[in-house]
């Protein structure tokens, strides 16, 4: 499989993480340029008597654009869901009943929200965890949490690893306190320092580097 053809396949949706699949799918009829047609049940103009060459070219786009967007959602979905928007006649019949269907209310979105942030609170790394796995299990519910529509700053992030790391990078944490500001730099920057400084002292610990 190529990578062209492998562009024109669009994300499945089984019936979980709606808002991801959502935005994937968004862009994917975006960049085929047929988001149009799954936003709003758009009106073909009947072709009149004697119509222009331009006339009918895009009345053919018009129904064609319709018709592929509603070919690609019937791609998008598991068998299961398919069965649910067979019948409907038009992408965006299809769109907007899957946007109801499945996003949910704004009461149940909030506590999807409240459940994802408690997590986030919670989350604390385990001693069989590096550094780096912690940090994307947070940014992982970050993301989560921007799906909503919610803001999660990433100063917000990089607070909760700093003050959650275990003792044992008590050190190490001090170390880069003595060369950076902590407070401006990035989760991936920081991660990146705290394993930069790791092999650095397990390089000097072997005599791989001369220490001045």
Known sequence: MNSETSFLIPPVFNGENYQAWAIRMMVHLEALDLWEAAEEDYKVTPLGDNPTVNQMRHHKEGKTRKAKAKACLFLAVSPLILTKIMQMKSAAEIWEYLE?????????????????????????????????????????????????????????????????????????????????????????????????????????????????
Not at 117 to 128: G, N
Not at 169 to 190: G, H, Q, R, V
């Open 100 to 212: 109801k269907e499945y996003q949910g209310n704004e009461r149940v979105q909030n506590m999807q929200v409240m459940n994802l942030i408690r997590e986030f609170e919670m989350k604390r790394m385990k001693e069989s965890e590096t550094k780096k796995d912690y940090a994307d299990q947070l940014l992982d519910l970050a993301k989560k949490v921007r799906l909503f529509g919610k803001d999660f700053t990433d100063e917000r992030i990089d607070q909760k690893t700093l003050v959650t790391l275990p003792e044992k990078y008590e050190a190490t944490i001090s170390s880069l306190e003595n060369s950076k500001d902590l407070s401006s730099i990035t989760l991936a920057e920081f991660v990146n320092a705290l394993q930069a400084l790791k092999k650095r002292r397990i390089m000097r610990k072997e005599g791989s580097i001369e220490v001045f």
